[in-house]
């Protein structure tokens, strides 16, 4: 069982270029996010997908790109990366988020910017 | 704007001993309230729940709620050099599906 796979798992960029981070859940979830997680920042969320066809802004949107594919997957997109992006990116999915307080993560994408 | 706020250590105890994890939210509207335990290079990982006040226990570890005080705790008993590891508070509404709002996390070391 897979739970949630992010895709790629390291990824270097320049300045300017664009890129897309991958992912995709197996357990039927409907609720999918993306965060990214910084020395001394914590995690905070970009963007998330409360159902199917739904996508809305979290805490730190500017820069970033989501779409919900299907039930299963959720890409965020970088257009123009910036150094300032350089940072561990995390998908998860939950299901009942506030019952059960469970995000289901996935690897990690580590992700620099130069 | 919901703030977390937990110190960031890092907080080091001794093999055996109590540690003691502190949490404060802004949000009077929470209702629920998560640790999750991540371990350095990896993803967060659900660890304790609790709704209501008082102290909820699993285990090793015992989640301590007042929301009074907007303040929230994690003790973990008999402490294990396999619990040195970040944890990360995350209160919640009822009913949304928003995601959770992290604080920054404290990072724990156990001395063996």
């Known amino acids: 069982n897979a739970g949630v796979t992010q895709t790629p798992k390291f990824q270097v960029l320049k300045t300017g270029q664009s890129m897309t981070l991958q992912c995709a859940q197996d357990?039927?979830?409907?609720?999918m996010y993306w965060y990214r997680q910084d020395p001394g920042m914590g995690l905070r969320l970009i963007y998330y997908?409360?159902?199917?066809?739904?996508?809305d802004k979290g805490e730190v949107p500017n820069g970033y790109n989501v779409s919900r594919l299907n039930k299963r997957e959720f890409s965020l997109r970088l257009e123009s990366a910036a150094p300032s992006q350089t940072s561990v990116y995390f998908c998860?999915?939950?299901?009942?988020?506030?019952?059960?307080?469970?995000?289901?993560f996935g690897e990690g994408s580590r992700l620099t910017v130069l | 704007q919901k703030e977390v706020e937990q110190n960031s250590g890092p907080l080091s105890v001794p093999e055996g001993a109590i540690a003691s994890l502190n949490c404060t939210y802004s949000?009077?509207?929470?209702?629920?309230f998560f640790w999750y335990r991540q371990y350095s290079g990896k993803s967060p990982e659900l660890i304790m729940s609790?709704?209501?006040?008082g102290d909820k226990e699993d285990g090793r570890f015992t989640a301590q709620l007042n929301k009074a005080s907007q303040y929230v705790s994690l003790l973990i008993r008999d402490s294990q050099p396999s619990d040195s590891a970040t944890y990360l508070c995350?209160?919640?509404?009822?009913?949304?599906?928003?995601?959770?709002?992290f604080g920054k996390g404290t990072h724990l070391i156990i001395q063996p």
């Open positions: 609790i709704y209501s006040n």
């Open positions: 995350a209160p919640a509404r009822q009913g949304g599906a928003d995601g959770l709002t």
């Open positions: 949000d009077r509207g929470s209702q629920s």
């Open positions: 998860a999915s939950s299901e009942h988020l506030t019952n059960t307080g469970e995000l289901f």
């Open positions: 357990m039927n979830h409907n609720s």
């Open positions: 997908s409360a159902s199917e066809g739904t996508t």
